[in-house]
């Protein structure tokens, strides 16, 4: 009964292919997040969406998009991968300003 | 904009020593604070917040943090370090709007001597 979920957990592909990444929540929230936390561990916040629609687009490349089919789940598409897009990403959901995360999705570009 | 600093990129303590993680804040009004821990290969999990009131919060796995408005700072101890303690940790604070972005600090890295 895993509160969130991303899958895959990890994720190696070659540059310039497209992949996406999904996560889904159980939780019965109503925001969910993306963060990516680069190799430095440093953690930033990409999306957030609140009952399906986008509410926070921090400077993402347009590359990549979010879609939320409905408000448990939440999935990352990422076209035209590069090597900088090599990190590990984050699906997280709330309800107020408790945030609980997934366990993460290490994608490793060649 | 809002901010925070974690001074201490990497801590080592010994085990069963106190433990303090500092994490200071740039925020305009009273900021919702949170301490996460992230143990290798795993996501976060949220050890303790402060919205409001007592400033001394309690967490989860003998975690404690106290909020001083007058220094901006939202520092993390323990009394005791464990060996399942050796973490990265890090501080968060989410603004008053109604985004909820979790903006964080850069981490501390925690080692425990045996």
């Known amino acids: 009964d895993t509160a969130v979920s991303q899958t895959p957990k990890y994720l190696v592909t070659q540059m310039g292919n497209d992949k996406s990444i999904k996560c889904e929540q159980n939780l019965g929230h109503d925001t969910m997040y993306w963060y990516k936390q680069d190799s430095k561990k440093f953690l930033k916040i990409m999306f957030s969406?609140?009952?399906?629609?986008?509410?926070i687009n921090e400077t993402v490349p347009n590359r990549f998009s979010p879609k939320s089919p409905d408000k448990a789940h939440l999935n990352l598409h990422i076209n035209s991968l590069e090597l900088g897009d090599s990190a590990v990403y984050f699906c997280a959901s709330s309800q107020w300003h408790e945030q609980y995360f997934g366990p993460g999705t290490r994608l490793t570009v060649t | 904009a809002q901010s925070v600093t974690q001074p201490d990129i990497h801590i080592t303590v010994s085990e069963g020593a106190s433990l303090e993680l500092r994490c200071n804040y740039s925020?305009?009004?009273?900021?919702?604070l949170f301490w996460y821990v992230q143990s290798p290969g795993q996501g976060l999990q949220l050890l303790l917040k402060?919205?409001?009131?007592?400033?001394l919060v309690q967490g989860i796995k003998g975690f404690e943090a106290e909020f001083k408005r007058s220094q901006s700072s939202f520092n993390l101890r323990k009394p005791s370090v464990h060996w399942s303690d050796a973490a990265e940790y890090f501080c968060?604070?989410?603004?008053?709007?109604?985004?909820?972005?979790?903006?964080f600090g850069q981490g501390t890295t925690l080692q425990v001597k045996p």
């Open positions: 968060a604070v989410h603004g008053s709007s109604n985004t909820g972005k979790l903006i």
């Open positions: 925020y305009g009004a009273t900021p919702y």
């Open positions: 969406y609140n009952n399906k629609e986008l509410i």
């Open positions: 402060y919205f409001s009131g007592d400033t």
